[in-house]
């Protein structure tokens, strides 16, 4: 896209929003005219994004994000200091934590292992992860299905095993409200092989 | 969406972010969390939004968007100073600059007359266009093929034409590239009512 006829600082502002992910040049240009028309949501917003950066650091012992090191979580007396999630993404923290369902502690992995990108476990949370097993029972794997995901798992449980702790692994099946005949096969082929007593 | 479960700054940051238009909160939660992982990205994008408000303002003669006043388009001297093109907003003038088929010089009105908004001709640049008819032999009115773009048009062209300016007004018809099956009627009504001999 031609930026050349506009000011400058509005090009910059163009393409500053265009690096972030899912907006192209044309929603880049609809934000930047919409901000340059309301200036006082663009000034929070420029706020805001400063503060984040300033304010949000890794909790030092589970990687998540939090504002106080170590984070709320990780300090709780509530939380099951016994029991372990571990998960590729802070977002994946806020997933869990809005079913109110796991009483346990978790550990950011920031990734997951992925030959093909470079990534392999001294890039993860992994040293971090074998520095804090002390007290831990059970180690519930919640790492997204896919590829890399799996063999992250994998590798994980064949390090947690030997020290005698026990890795589970969250359920794979069809979503609540999902539909059988729109499922993939390996879906199906996971949700029959975790198939439980009714 | 709660976002209870994440540290302030960061629930601050999506919220910012989710008032831009278009963005939800689900956008705005994967904006955000890519841009604490991009801090590079999240700083520029900041920096871009603070010197953009500081640093565009509107021309004093157009009021097109620019950084110095009078902007660069009010002062060219190869710009024909006897023809004016009438848009809502500033961004239709960058569409008409892509095209280089313009030669004459531009009017931002920033809106248009909306008496269902509120908006009438003094919350509109209507009293800066009557100041800068001196010379001005045609106005082109390039407005929005709406309800209140076609009101406006005729509202200004009242005012233009006492004073002796030819006033003309860009064609309606189909889309270059489009196709005529799926044209609403009052597209093709137009294409038909300013037919060209070929």
């Known amino acids: 896209m031609d930026f050349l006829n506009y000011p400058q600082p509005l090009a910059d502002l163009i393409s500053g929003l265009s690096r972030l992910p899912g907006i192209g040049p044309k929603t880049a240009g609809r934000l930047a005219f919409y901000l340059l028309q309301q200036p006082q949501i663009a000034e929070s917003l420029a706020d805001a994004i400063h503060n984040a950066m300033e304010n949000i650091k890794e909790c030092s012992i589970c990687s998540n994000y939090t504002e106080q090191d170590p984070c709320p979580i990780c300090t709780s007396e509530k939380r099951d200091s016994s029991l372990l999630c571990i998960v ?74 030997p020290i005698g702790i026990k890795v589970t692994r969250i359920a794979h099946g069809l979503p609540v409200g999902g539909d059988l005949e729109y499922a993939d096969e390996v879906t199906i082929a996971r949700a029959l092989e975790g198939r439980r007593l009714l």
């Open 88 to 161: 590729e993404q802070p977002r994946d923290v806020a997933a869990l934590e809005k079913t109110r369902e796991f009483k346990g502690r978790y550990h950011v992995l920031h990734g997951v292992i992925s030959p093909l990108e470079g990534i392999g476990p001294e890039q993860l949370t992994v040293s971090q992860l074998l520095n804090r097993l002390e007290g831990i029972k059970e180690v519930v794997m919640a790492l997204n299905p896919t590829v890399e995901g799996e063999a992250t798992s994998i590798y994980l449980s064949k390090l947690l095993k």
